[in-house]
């Protein structure tokens, strides 16, 4: 799994104050900023998983040499089951060669622990794994899950500064050499593999460390989803709408009348408000305006866009197979609001965990969205903004200036909106100085938006799955899987194959022993 948020500002109609601005993203972390003991180094005794826990004195901050040697405790998982490690063969001259046999494939983590990241990628851990005869290391982003670099106190403003994508994709370049070595692989290829913001940072690994990683496959990974690259601010809630519609074409005409009736019932004041919480029966009453109510509503279509999958699954929610059928056949059954209702009560309480009311004000809290939140308010802006015409939803452009206002108000920082394709090289789209990339997209997922599906060549290759949800193809194959994503799996095991053989070539090692 892997999850992402995004933030925009929901303005409403009728002089209603703008909504903070919304998470709504994909994938999941632990208590953030609760610190546990660490371990100074090696594995945990006694693990049930089938993986071991490690601990690695990483370099706090890579970019500058007045703070080192300061370190902090990262965390990684290591899952050797299928290795197989390199084979040397000794020569007459003395020299030995060194050829590996299965490669080490790299997890970036992104926002949230890292063994959440680990139970939901079964692709890898179990497919891969075996496919490959690989090294399967998932490496946890810092200030996420417990690799907080300063404990309970890294959210303090004073401690943010080393809190960026380029630290942590440093953090994974010292990392890789280091496993290396003490696996006895420097001979093996590595694979970056992620999802969702996971994605993003494994292409962005083989753009900015291309000696060090040979390849990578990024799912649902939108990396153009930022200023410069092209994409409008509307593409991601047109294919939110487009999901729905697929569904039943009546369903976002219904959605946007219901967004329509709640803003209506908000702006006749007190009776209107009262009127709406006997409705929704949010554990808060409705006092000041629906802002939550709206911000509630489009968490939840749009997360369940995002997890429209074909089977039943609890990933943000316990939902059903195809939960987006599910929930246009709830509103649909019904007139007015009492069908948006049923509608949402599909994702937030399919299993009866909301109770007898919705909180409508605290979402999951396993999700990073702290840590995101600052990201978001750094470098990770992502516009996103509705229209209410090629879109379900109350017209709400993405406005930039109070997005800063908001950032400068909880973080005491100002974005920067067009550094990520600045500095990652692709400003413009043009990814064609990058090579051996697999960028996978299902087009269910309204992130897809933002992903690359267009291929540039033999080596950056785009696959698109029909009917696919958010990096649908990392998960666990399935019975009632698409067969769109079963040959999806299928490319990439294939093409993965082929550049392996390549780079297992390239490097084959002699030396004296």
């Not at 496959?217 to 047109?238: C, R």
């Not at 400068?408 to 974005?415: K, L």
Request: aromatic share 14%.
């Amino acid at each position: 799994f892997f999850f992402f948020f995004f933030f925009s500002a929901i303005l409403l109609e009728l002089e209603m104050v703008a909504l903070a601005p919304l998470l709504v993203l994909l994938l999941v972390c632990g208590s953030h900023a609760l610190q546990l003991p660490h371990k100074t180094g090696g594995s945990s005794e006694g693990d049930a998983e089938p993986y071991k826990t490690y601990w690695y004195d990483q370099t706090l901050d890579h970019f500058n040499f007045n703070t080192q040697p300061a370190t902090y405790k990262q965390r990684y998982l290591v899952m050797d089951t299928f290795w197989k490690a390199p084979s040397r063969d000794m020569h007459g001259d003395g020299l030995v060669s060194e050829t590996c046999n299965g490669p080490i494939i790299f997890y970036t983590g992104n926002e949230g622990d890292i063994t959440l990241f680990y139970n939901n990628t079964n692709f890898v851990t179990e497919v891969l794994s075996q496919e490959f005869h690989a090294l399967i290391v998932f490496a946890e982003h810092r200030y996420y899950g417990l690799s907080m670099p300063f404990g309970s106190q890294s959210f303090k403003r004073a401690n943010l500064g080393y809190f960026t994508s380029e630290q942590a994709l440093a953090d994974y370049a010292e990392l890789i050499p280091y496993i290396k070595g003490k696996w006895g692989a420097t001979s093996c290829p590595v694979i970056s593999v992620g999802g969702s913001y996971g994605g993003m940072l494994a292409s962005w690994m083989r753009m900015k460390y291309p000696s060090t990683i040979d390849m990578a496959l990024a799912a649902s990974a939108p990396i153009l989803q930022f200023y410069g690259t092209g994409v409008s601010q509307y593409a991601f809630n047109e294919v939110v709408t487009q999901t729905y519609a697929k569904a039943d074409a009546n369903c976002p005409k219904q959605v946007y009348q219901g967004l329509k009736t709640i803003a209506s019932y908000a702006a006749e004041g007190p009776i209107g408000l009262s009127n709406l919480t006997k409705t929704f029966k949010p554990c808060s009453a409705l006092a000041k305006d629906a802002s939550d109510l709206i911000a509630w509503v489009i968490n939840g279509l749009t997360y369940q866009a995002m997890v429209d999958y074909p089977y039943p699954a609890d990933f943000l929610e316990p939902l059903p197979a195809w939960p987006v059928t599910k929930s246009c056949q709830a509103l649909l059954a019904k007139s007015g609001l009492e069908g948006l209702v049923d509608m949402m009560a599909v994702y937030f309480n399919s299993s009866g965990q909301a109770g007898s009311c919705f909180n409508m004000t605290k979402y999951d809290d396993t999700i990073g969205d702290v840590g995101w939140d600052y990201q978001a308010c750094t470098e990770m802006v992502m516009p996103v903004g509705s229209n209410g015409v090629t879109d379900m939803f109350l017209p709400a452009p993405f406005d930039l200036a109070s997005f800063s206002s908001y950032c400068q108000a909880t973080w005491g920082v100002t974005p920067r909106p067009s550094w990520v394709p600045t500095y990652y090289g692709y400003g413009g789209r043009n990814l064609s100085e990058s090579s051996y990339i697999i960028f996978s997209n299902g087009n269910l997922d309204p992130w897809s938006s933002g992903g690359v599906t267009t291929s540039y060549g033999d080596t950056i290759v785009a696959i698109i799955i029909e009917n696919g949800a958010h990096h649908l193809d990392l998960r666990a194959p399935n019975s009632a899987d698409p067969a769109s994503v079963t040959q999806a799996r299928q490319q990439e095991i294939d093409l993965l194959t082929k550049w392996l053989k390549q780079a297992t070539a390239k490097r084959i090692r002699t030396y004296t022993p």
